[in-house]
């Protein structure tokens, strides 16, 4: 079995001495594939990569955490960058994405790529915006018919889009074709949903689906099946950033996932998700501790849990 990812990988160009920039591998799908690889997963990267210096750089970092691409899915097209600047410790993102390579791809194509073994198929972010969105549509209802998971990690971008509206209804629109999805109080927001009352927006908009959010500092919700988990993040005294803490959280939750992933009915057993919530929380506590994104090894993970839990 394995996971497939779709999505952007983005060159961050990150504030360094002397007012220089420092670009660093990106983006949220592709960190969270990188997670995945990091906690022995096996994980497939779907998305077009330049054929640039800096797509050059995505695929030696492939090579090096075992994340298994096409080396012909290379395009002309340059690579995305995102211009980081750090506003009370939080990165913001000035995003440069007019004719980029991750998304020159057709439905076909990326549908071509993935191999007859894979079980959960995740995308989500950057390529929710209206210009990439129907593409995506029509690759998930091809996949779901395939019997494959959808993973969709929402993870807005407003900044990007100018039509506002028809990002939000383009999504509410998408979000019955997943299995998983995940998303942060400020993706509620920027939807548009009241999430004062949660448990109601759960119902009306995800209640076919295993629902993961994040609360940040407060930790991580779980809703299945009528079943919800609530539990607590890790307390950090020494974080660096927040790059990629929440792509690396639900990177090591859907590798809990991956593991009962052929029985469905597990995912709602609480138990189980207090587990995959602790992992995942976990990960991203660990992840924070370090400049950029570098998700943690499992060892590391169990050994915070294993912490936590003779607290």
Not at 8 to 16: R, T
Request: charged residues 20%; aromatic residues 8%.
């Amino acid at each position: 079995m394995t996971i497939c990812v779709l999505g952007e990988a983005i060159a961050d160009l990150v504030p360094a001495a002397q007012g220089l920039y420092d670009p660093k591998v990106g983006g949220s799908p592709f960190n969270f594939a990188r997670c995945l690889a990091r906690l022995e997963v096996p994980v497939r990267y779907v998305s077009p990569v330049s054929s640039d210096a800096l797509g050059d750089r995505m695929v030696d970092e492939m090579r090096l955490q075992s994340i298994a691409f096409d080396p012909a899915n290379r395009s002309p097209l340059p690579t995305s960058l995102a211009l980081v600047a750090y506003d009370n410790g939080q990165p913001r993102y000035s995003l440069y994405r007019e004719g980029i390579a991750d998304t020159d791809f057709t439905v076909e194509g990326v549908l071509a790529q993935i191999p007859a073994e894979t079980s959960i198929f995740h995308t989500g972010s950057l390529m929710l915006v209206p210009d990439v969105i129907d593409r995506v549509a029509q690759l998930l209802d091809q996949l779901r018919a395939r019997g494959i998971v959808i993973s969709l990690d929402i993870n807005l971008r407003p900044g990007v889009v100018r039509d506002q509206d028809e990002y939000r209804r383009k999504i509410l629109a998408l979000l019955p074709m997943a299995d998983i999805i995940k998303a942060s109080d400020e993706d509620m927001a920027l939807l548009g949903l009241d999430i004062s009352d949660l448990d109601a927006v759960i119902t009306r908009y995800f209640a076919d689906s295993m629902m993961v959010f994040t609360r940040g500092e407060e930790g991580a919700l779980a809703y299945v099946a009528g079943l919800k988990v609530n539990v607590p993040a890790y307390r950090v005294s020494n974080i660096q950033d927040t790059i990629g803490a929440g792509d690396t959280f639900y990177g090591a939750f859907i590798a809990r996932i991956f593991a009962i992933v052929k029985s469905r009915s597990a995912w709602a057993d609480e138990s189980f998700l207090v587990g995959a919530l602790n992992a995942a929380c976990a990960a991203a506590a660990i992840n924070v501790t370090r400049a950029g994104c570098q998700p943690p090894s499992m060892t590391e993970i169990e050994e915070l849990v294993e912490a936590r839990t003779r607290l």
